[in-house]
Nanobody, 127 residues
């Protein structure tokens, strides 16, 4: 059982920045950030797979490429999402998730193996 707790959401103006954190009670190689806007389906934002202490593979949804950066500190069991140049369409509840079963080739936001989820942190971007 892995417990996840997100921090760092808030309200910012367009063009602003936020850094989300997710504290995990245990280690899993495959982790991700998802988001869900009101009235919309949940969307995968980014994944990160840990090969070693400081070797990772990351992937992003097209809409955040170049603006968001997913990272992790395995020594602290903490996942991050640095969000720059925020846009109103980034407004959503953001969730971190852990997939204890996927390999590097299957670590994807399309995976059905994300077993553990945080409670979410709200991000609001005003124009």
């Amino acid at each position: 059982q892995v417990q996840l707790v997100e921090f760092g959401g808030g309200s910012v103006q367009a063009g602003g920045t936020l850094r989300l954190s997710c504290a995990a009670s245990g280690y899993t190689k495959c982790m991700a950030w998802f988001r869900q806007a009101p009235g919309k389906e949940r969307e995968g934002v980014a994944t990160i797979y840990s090969f070693a202490v400081d070797t990772f593979d990351t992937n992003y949804v097209d809409s955040v490429k170049g603006r968001f950066t997913i990272s992790r500190d395995n020594s602290k069991n903490t996942l991050y999402l640095q969000m720059n140049d925020l846009k109103p369409e980034d407004t959503a509840m953001y969730y971190c998730a852990a997939d204890p079963r996927s390999s590097s080739s299957t670590c994807s936001t399309r995976s059905y193996n994300f077993t553990y989820w945080g409670q979410g942190t709200q991000v609001i971007v005003s124009s």
